[in-house]
């Protein structure tokens, strides 16, 4: 059975990649499986029936048989262990990929994805300047601990891996907040993961989406 997973049906990243679909699409090109997706307006993301998938309302999700998933971290776990290209055969060299999945996730996004939010939410609020700078030194200081890390390495621990996959789709939210530039390490390693074939043509599918939203919102104004 082809799996399905979800996403926008008019993504507020307007097409740059950012949603978090894009790391499960990703994931999907990277190891060859051909996948359907089905797009969900917001007032879908809320009702029962996607609920019943997602119980925070949210995208993705991924739907193989009778295999129900959320959460890209648990979908991109999964995939790695199904098809045996994302993550290493080698046990430790494996575990360390998972490592650097939760590293991603758990370590370098929450800063970032908080300062892209307050960007939006919060700019206007008297505390805005105060508090970015403090949010803004904490991004700084993970990013310097990981560029420490990966030094002259083009990956984060020998082949490119489903940490490595899970990182750049964090930097790449820290990009289009002026942050990587400062760290042309990173600037660099970001670039080599957007090189990657499936990277672009995960990119390419999920832009489609947001460009076809466009053209029915243009078609009744």
Known sequence: MIPTITAFESSPDRGRGLARDMRVRWALEEVGQPYDVRLLSFAELKQPAHRKLQPFGQIPTYEEDDLVLFESGAILLHLGERHGVLLPKDANARL??????????????????????????????????????????????????????????????????????????????????GFVEEFPALAAYLARGKARPAFQRAFEAQASVFQLAQARENATT
Not at 102 to 124: D, G, W, Y
Not at 131 to 145: T, Y
Request: glycine fraction near 4%; avoid cysteine.
């Open 96 to 177: 360390r990929a998972i490592s650097w999945m939760f590293a991603a996730l758990n370590t370098i996004e929450p800063p970032v994805f908080e300062r892209s939010m307050m960007q939006v939410l919060e700019r206007k609020e008297p505390w805005f300047e105060a508090r970015s700078a403090m949010v803004d030194q904490r991004v700084r200081q993970r990013f310097g601990e990981l560029v420490q890390h990966l030094g002259d390495a083009d990956w984060l621990d020998g082949e490119f891996s489903a940490g490595d996959l899970m990182m750049v789709t964090v930097l790449m939210r820290a990009d289009a907040l």
